[in-house]
């Protein structure tokens, strides 16, 4: 009888579960054996008992939730074999953020894919996506939509720096979310020629720190706090911090402020105008519309399985494509995290 | 195409009214003719399309993909011609280097120049050309949708600005200009002479008043005045010329077509100023409407028979600005007022009639007669200098506002929602409840001003010390009989509303004290607002 699927990868309340190698891939739950594609805290939390990860995952989560956030952790670097109970598995590149990995899991004559969150295109702060073939690929939805094309990331920049240029007076505050879109966002400003310093607010910090130290140069970064100025010193200036803090009293120090946000939901004027977003920055860490399709004509599976975000499209998708797919009904991530 | 999209954009999403003018100024220095008096007829939505109406779109789109895929794709953005710009799957290669983008003026001369049944093959063609802010574009002006916020008002005081000139003199031209306006640029910019107004029936710019204060009082001499009621309608202007009759609001927006009835009853050759509302001629003489009537009727692309014939139209005038050839506007105003009086005399009665002049000799008469006006729809007395003449804007010391007394309730802060701009990081907008019973508050309005900057600092501590509940941008706030803040709102006015869980629609709510000191169980009840209703009906 032909191995199914089914067999080897299923979705449980915990998350995605591994019958013959008994572990989860990005629980949301506390379980015994964890493989995590990536640091978003919506697919690593603390508290498993065993975490297998790349070791750029296992860092950020000992940055995040500190190195006692599993009993044990084992790290895989990208290519490399580890065999767990009658199963391999290995770790590819998914090019989501620094350290992001799909997950390919073997067993028998079997192989499936958990592409985790994942983007095709080229980013300077984290390895390049890798196509994997495979019998069953496990895809994200977050854009799945044909409305979702997102621009070139280098045009949103200039986009950004040269509303700072025409706008002197005002300070530019920037959301982006710590992991990978600050670095991301940062490094495009550095490409981009700016090389004035950029001010953080004090949860960007750490996680820039560590990009430093993997060798992905940020420039001059400063803490964006009261003691660095009087409230006219950040007239001109570029501040980055987590879009929740834009609503906060710390938002309060800078001079007439000029929200922006550098998220893959900004293609959407109305997303926009309810975040009261005066400068939308399309700048994604996820597949858009023609990468999803692309990504699945090159890893050719046999069957897709689509997760998270809007899974009808893709399927829809697929169907005229003649692919075989279905919805993974998998619970907790997080649609906004972009 | 593109510098037209970036200004939409910006427009869009641009918050403050300054930063909005600077945009349109820049973009009439930076932009040549025609280009830029075609954008400026789009925004100012003075540009007549022949249409490609929305369900021509719909099968452009759907014969270049899946209709399911397009529907998924509609459900999740809520706007069609943004859906289609986003996700028009293109024919051929990437844009990037080509400039065979078609321009704005190209898009509307050519639109205006064609069929109905060519205009979905060129759009279709433009689609392929532009990117998505450029197809966003097309399809907007193609479909004359433009909602920004943008008030005819501050696009005429972008040019006024641009121009250096007074804003009274574009309203006084605008009405008499075509798209793409190259005279006006041309006047604008000192290279051409001031554009002559050759419309009939032109908008003139309206004379305001100033709210008097208690000490202007001892100024002023009765005797140089004269006082009338002020009306809660509309404030309008009717003119009528060689056969064309026109009804524009105070800043000069024809609203003719939503006021057919009142329009075909303009039988004179003239311009008169005054209070647009609603009344019926009954067997006891006129009975005037609320402004609650009167709304039945506002912004209204079409009226229906029943409304024309439930709430109609009313013109109770005011002044006289024109008769026939000659412009009164230079002359006092008891003479403008003689005049009005023998011109409106000749006017359908069920339609016209005129503001009646108050008699007081001291300011206590006229304090008494405000304190008592014979009808819920006036809402104070305005005060004018006989000798002054009709002057456009608000010049001082002519004529004087004296509204009455605001409503004053107790209510208790219920939610709270951060502002914009210089407001960012503070919580500014307010909803704030009555009770309806004992625990039990329902909010009845919004206000967002009123406060001073310190006492913003201390709502904004109490909303985030107090928070019970976030729902994005807002916050809902600990309201109960113990615990909560109290507001003392004061408002113009009050309506029933079925829009309103309450049922109780305020004018005009904004704070007039912060009562920290008031227990929130001795707020008000929402039966005293209900019987507010039935004082003023």
Same mark, same amino acid.
Request: aromatic fraction near 10%; glycine fraction near 8%.
């Given at each position: 009888?032909?191995?199914?699927?089914?067999?080897?990868?299923?979705?449980?309340?915990? %998350?995605?579960?591994?019958?013959?190698?008994?572990?989860?891939?990005?629980?949301?739950?506390?379980?015994?054996?964890?493989?995590?594609?990536?640091?978003?805290?919506?697919?690593?939390?603390?508290?498993?008992?065993?975490?297998?990860?790349?070791?750029?995952?296992?860092?950020?989560?000992?940055?995040?939730?500190?190195?006692?956030?599993?009993?044990?952790?084992?790290?895989?670097?990208?290519?490399?074999?580890?065999?767990?109970?009658?199963?391999?598995?290995?770790?590819?590149?998914?090019?989501?953020?620094?350290?992001?990995?799909?997950?390919?899991?073997?067993?028998?004559?079997?192989?499936?894919?958990?592409?985790?969150?994942? +983007?095709?295109?080229? !980013?300077?702060?984290?390895?390049?996506?890798?196509?994997?073939?495979?019998?069953?690929?496990?895809?994200?939805?977050?854009?799945?939509?044909?409305?979702?094309?997102?621009?070139?990331?280098?045009?949103?920049?200039?986009?950004?720096?040269?509303?700072? /240029?025409?706008?002197?007076?005002?300070?530019?505050?920037?959301?982006?979310?710590?992991?990978?879109?600050?670095?991301?966002?940062?490094?495009?400003?550095?490409?981009? %020629?700016?090389?004035?310093?950029?001010?953080?607010?004090?949860?960007?910090?750490?996680?820039?720190?560590?990009?430093?130290?993997?060798?992905?140069?940020?420039?001059?970064?400063?803490?964006?706090?009261?003691?660095?100025?009087?409230?006219?010193?950040?007239?001109?200036?570029?501040?980055?911090?987590?879009?929740?803090?834009?609503?906060?009293?710390?938002?309060?120090?800078?001079?007439?402020?000029?929200?922006?946000?550098?998220?893959?939901?900004?293609?959407?004027?109305?997303?926009?105008?309810?975040?009261?977003?005066?400068?939308?920055?399309?700048?994604?860490?996820?597949?858009?519309?023609?990468?999803?399709?692309?990504?699945?004509?090159?890893?050719?599976?046999?069957?897709?399985?689509?997760?998270?975000?809007?899974?009808?499209?893709?399927?829809?998708?697929?169907?005229?494509?003649?692919?075989?797919?279905?919805?993974?009904?998998?619970?907790?991530?997080?649609?906004?995290?972009? | 195409?593109?510098?037209?999209?970036?200004?939409?954009?910006?427009?869009?999403?641009?918050?403050?009214?300054?930063?909005?003018?600077?945009?349109?100024?820049?973009?009439?220095?930076?932009?040549?003719?025609?280009?830029?008096?075609?954008?400026?007829?789009?925004?100012?939505? !003075?540009?007549?399309?022949?249409?490609? +109406?929305?369900?021509?779109?719909?099968?452009?789109? /759907?014969?270049?993909?899946?209709?399911?895929?397009?529907?998924?794709?509609?459900?999740?953005?809520?706007?069609?011609?943004?859906?289609?710009?986003?996700?028009?799957?293109?024919?051929?290669?990437?844009?990037?280097?080509?400039? !065979?983008?078609?321009?704005?003026?190209?898009?509307?001369?050519?639109?205006?120049?064609?069929?109905?049944?060519?205009?979905?093959?060129?759009?279709?063609?433009?689609?392929?050309?532009?990117?998505?802010?450029?197809?966003?574009?097309?399809? +907007?002006?193609?479909?004359?949708?433009?909602?920004?916020?943008?008030?005819?008002?501050?696009? +005429?005081?972008?040019?006024?600005?641009?121009?250096?000139?007074?804003?009274?003199?574009?309203?006084?031209?605008?009405?008499?200009?075509?798209?793409?306006?190259?005279?006006?640029?041309?006047?604008?910019?000192?290279?051409?002479?001031?554009?002559?107004?050759?419309?009939?029936?032109?908008? #003139?710019?309206?004379?305001?008043?100033?709210?008097?204060?208690?000490?202007?009082?001892?100024?002023?001499?009765?005797?140089?005045?004269?006082?009338?009621?002020?009306?809660?309608?509309?404030?309008?202007?009717?003119?009528?010329?060689?056969?064309?009759?026109?009804?524009?609001?105070?800043?000069?927006?024809?609203?003719?077509?939503?006021?057919?009835?009142?329009?075909?009853?303009?039988?004179?050759?003239?311009?008169?100023?005054?209070?647009?509302?609603?009344? #019926?001629?009954?067997?006891?003489?006129?009975?005037?409407?609320?402004?609650?009537?009167?709304?039945?009727?506002?912004?209204?692309?079409?009226?229906?028979?029943?409304?024309?014939?439930?709430?109609?139209?009313?013109?109770?005038?005011?002044?006289?600005?024109?008769?026939?050839?000659?412009?009164?506007?230079?002359?006092?105003?008891?003479?403008?007022?003689?005049?009005?009086?023998?011109?409106?005399?000749?006017?359908?009665?069920?339609?016209?009639?005129?503001?009646?002049?108050?008699?007081?000799?001291?300011?206590?008469?006229?304090?008494?007669?405000?304190?008592?006006?014979?009808?819920?729809?006036?809402?104070?007395?305005?005060?004018?200098?006989?000798?002054?003449?009709?002057?456009?804007?608000?010049?001082?010391?002519?004529?004087?506002?004296?509204?009455?007394?605001?409503?004053?309730?107790?209510?208790?802060?219920?939610?709270?929602?951060?502002?914009? %701009?210089?407001?960012?990081?503070?919580?500014?907008?307010?909803?704030?409840?009555?009770?309806?019973?004992?625990?039990?508050?329902?909010?009845? %309005?919004?206000?967002?001003?009123?406060?001073?900057?310190?006492?913003?600092?201390?709502?904004?501590?109490?909303?985030?010390?107090?928070?019970?509940?976030?729902?994005?941008?807002?916050?809902?706030?600990?309201?109960?009989?113990?615990?909560?803040?109290?507001?003392?709102?004061?408002?113009?006015?009050?309506?029933?509303?079925?829009?309103?869980?309450?049922?109780?629609?305020?004018?005009?709510?904004?704070?007039?004290?912060?009562?920290?000191?008031?227990?929130?169980?001795?707020?008000?009840?929402?039966?005293?607002?209900?019987?507010?209703?039935?004082?003023?009906?």
């Amino acid at each position: 009888m032909a191995t199914r699927p089914e067999d080897l990868l299923i979705p449980r309340r915990e %998350g995605l579960y591994c019958p013959p190698g008994d572990f989860f891939i990005d629980p949301v739950r506390n379980v015994d054996r964890a493989l995590i594609t990536h640091g978003h805290a919506d697919h690593a939390r603390a508290g498993h008992d065993h975490v297998l990860a790349t070791p750029q995952t296992l860092d950020i989560m000992a940055i995040r939730y500190g190195a006692d956030h599993a009993r044990e952790t084992q790290a895989a670097g990208f290519g490399e074999t580890v065999r767990i109970k009658d199963v391999t598995v290995r770790f590819h590149p998914a090019g989501h953020v620094l350290g992001s990995a799909q997950i390919a899991v073997e067993w028998k004559d079997l192989r499936i894919v958990a592409s985790g969150d994942y +983007k095709p295109r080229p !980013d300077p702060t984290c390895a390049t996506f890798e196509p994997v073939p495979c019998d069953v690929f496990i895809t994200e939805a977050t854009f799945a939509l044909p409305v979702f094309r997102h621009p070139d990331a280098m045009d949103e920049i200039t986009r950004l720096l040269r509303s700072v /240029s025409r706008n002197p007076e005002r300070a530019h505050l920037v959301g982006v979310y710590s992991l990978g879109k600050a670095q991301r966002v940062i490094r495009l400003i550095r490409d981009a %020629g700016y090389h004035q310093p950029l001010y953080l607010h004090g949860a960007l910090q750490k996680l820039c720190d560590y990009y430093e130290s993997q060798g992905i140069a940020l420039g001059d970064l400063r803490p964006a706090t009261v003691d660095a100025g009087a409230k006219g010193d950040f007239a001109g200036a570029i501040v980055l911090g987590p879009p929740s803090a834009f609503g906060d009293k710390w938002a309060r120090r800078f001079p007439d402020p000029l929200v922006s946000f550098a998220s893959g939901w900004m293609q959407v004027r109305a997303r926009a105008r309810q975040r009261g977003v005066e400068l939308p920055l399309v700048i994604s860490d996820h597949a858009d519309w023609d990468e999803l399709a692309d990504t699945i004509q090159t890893v050719g599976p046999g069957e897709v399985w689509v997760t998270h975000g809007r899974e009808e499209a893709l399927v829809r998708w697929c169907a005229m494509q003649g692919i075989p797919a279905r919805p993974l009904h998998l619970v907790g991530y997080e649609d906004e995290g972009d | 195409m593109n510098r037209f999209a970036d200004l939409l954009d910006m427009l869009a999403f641009t918050p403050s009214r300054n930063a909005k003018l600077r945009l349109l100024q820049d973009f009439f220095r930076t932009v040549p003719d025609p280009e830029r008096g075609y954008a400026l007829a789009a925004i100012a939505r !003075d540009l007549d399309i022949p249409a490609v +109406k929305p369900a021509q779109l719909r099968e452009l789109i /759907s014969a270049r993909m899946d209709p399911e895929l397009f529907g998924y794709s509609y459900d999740y953005v809520g706007d069609l011609a943004e859906t289609i710009a986003l996700a028009w799957p293109q024919k051929g290669e990437a844009l990037a280097g080509r400039n !065979d983008m078609p321009g704005l003026s190209e898009v509307v001369e050519t639109l205006i120049a064609s069929s109905r049944r060519d205009g979905p093959r060129l759009v279709e063609d433009w689609l392929d050309r532009l990117d998505p802010p450029g197809r966003y574009a097309l399809l +907007k002006l193609v479909t004359g949708g433009f909602r920004m916020g943008l008030s005819g008002r501050l696009i +005429k005081q972008s040019l006024a600005a641009f121009g250096e000139v007074d804003v009274n003199e574009i309203e006084e031209l605008w009405h008499g200009l075509a798209p793409p306006y190259t005279e006006l640029f041309a006047w604008l910019e000192g290279s051409g002479d001031k554009p002559v107004n050759a419309a009939a029936a032109p908008f #003139r710019p309206v004379m305001l008043s100033h709210a008097i204060d208690d000490k202007d009082f001892e100024k002023l001499d009765p005797k140089d005045f004269t006082a009338e009621w002020k009306w809660d309608g509309i404030r309008v202007q009717a003119t009528s010329e060689r056969g064309i009759s026109r009804l524009y609001t105070r800043t000069g927006d024809d609203i003719s077509a939503t006021f057919p009835d009142l329009v075909d009853a303009i039988g004179f050759d003239g311009a008169l100023d005054g209070e647009l509302l609603v009344a #019926r001629a009954t067997e006891g003489g006129l009975e005037t409407g609320s402004f609650s009537d009167l709304q039945q009727r506002l912004n209204r692309k079409k009226v229906s028979a029943k409304q024309l014939r439930d709430f109609p139209a009313f013109f109770r005038a005011y002044d006289l600005l024109q008769e026939g050839d000659e412009d009164l506007r230079p002359r006092p105003f008891v003479e403008r007022r003689q005049r009005l009086e023998a011109f409106v005399s000749g006017l359908d009665p069920a339609r016209f009639d005129c503001s009646q002049l108050l008699s007081f000799e001291s300011w206590d008469d006229l304090a008494a007669l405000r304190a008592n006006p014979p009808f819920a729809v006036i809402e104070g007395v305005m005060i004018k200098r006989k000798a002054a003449p009709y002057l456009p804007g608000r010049p001082k010391g002519e004529w004087f506002k004296w509204k009455r007394d605001p409503f004053l309730i107790d209510a208790v802060l219920m939610y709270a929602q951060r502002g914009h %701009g210089k407001r960012s990081g503070f919580y500014s907008d307010y909803t704030f409840g009555v009770w309806r019973e004992p625990g039990e508050l329902v909010p009845v %309005g919004k206000a967002y001003f009123g406060f001073t900057d310190d006492e913003l600092i201390e709502i904004d501590k109490y909303v985030r010390n107090n928070t019970i509940e976030r729902f994005g941008p807002v916050r809902s706030v600990r309201a109960g009989a113990e615990k909560g803040l109290v507001f003392e709102i004061a408002f113009e006015g009050i309506n029933r509303s079925s829009r309103h869980k309450s049922g109780v629609a305020m004018r005009f709510p904004r704070i007039s004290r912060l009562r920290w000191d008031k227990p929130p169980a001795e707020a008000d009840r929402l039966e005293t607002l209900e019987r507010m209703i039935d004082g003023t009906e």
